[in-house]
């Protein structure tokens, strides 16, 4: 029989609902934290299961599996690059640059365009490698992601 139980907050921000699924008595998010295929994120009030999510993650990381395995190509090719100077990097002198690169803290690159929900609260250290970006083609082609709460 398959069981949602909540924790503490119903939902988050973005009105996704919060729930542990169990099967039985195999709680399958600590189950895909184990296999790999799922990252340990405890976001206080909600850490009932925190202890088992983190050691779940530090032994499927130990063990190589799923997201933690490495990634092997047999027919890897280095492109020479153009290095930038610093001051081609840092458009934050430039008005017209006012997209924010942030780097998440799980090391994801996102960028955030004026009017996004969380552009006035999100600041931009270079020291980290974030930047600013001039139009969105930019920020893409650099590798980085549009944020999930833009309009």
């Not at 976001?43 to 490495?70: C, M």
């Not at 290095?83 to 006012?98: D, E, F, R, V």
Request: overall charge positive; proline content about 5%; hydrophobic content about 30%.
């Amino acid at each position: 029989m398959v069981r949602l139980e909540k924790d503490i907050t119903d939902r988050d921000k973005y009105n996704r609902l919060l729930r542990y699924v169990w099967l039985g008595d195999m709680l399958i998010n600590q189950t895909l934290v184990e296999q790999g295929f799922a990252k340990s994120y405890s976001y206080p009030p909600d850490i009932k299961y925190q202890d088992r999510f983190v050691a779940a993650e530090k032994k499927a990381r130990e063990d190589k599996l799923g997201l933690w395995t490495a990634c092997v190509s047999t027919n890897a090719t280095v492109a020479p690059t153009t290095a930038i100077s610093p001051a081609a990097q840092s458009s934050a002198s430039n008005p017209s640059c006012t997209i924010k690169g942030n780097i998440s803290a799980s090391g994801e690159k996102i960028y955030h365009p004026q009017g996004c929900g969380s552009y006035s609260k999100t600041t931009i250290d270079e020291k980290r490698g974030e930047r600013w970006f001039c139009t969105e083609a930019e920020a893409q082609s650099s590798g980085w992601r549009r944020a999930l709460n833009c309009p």
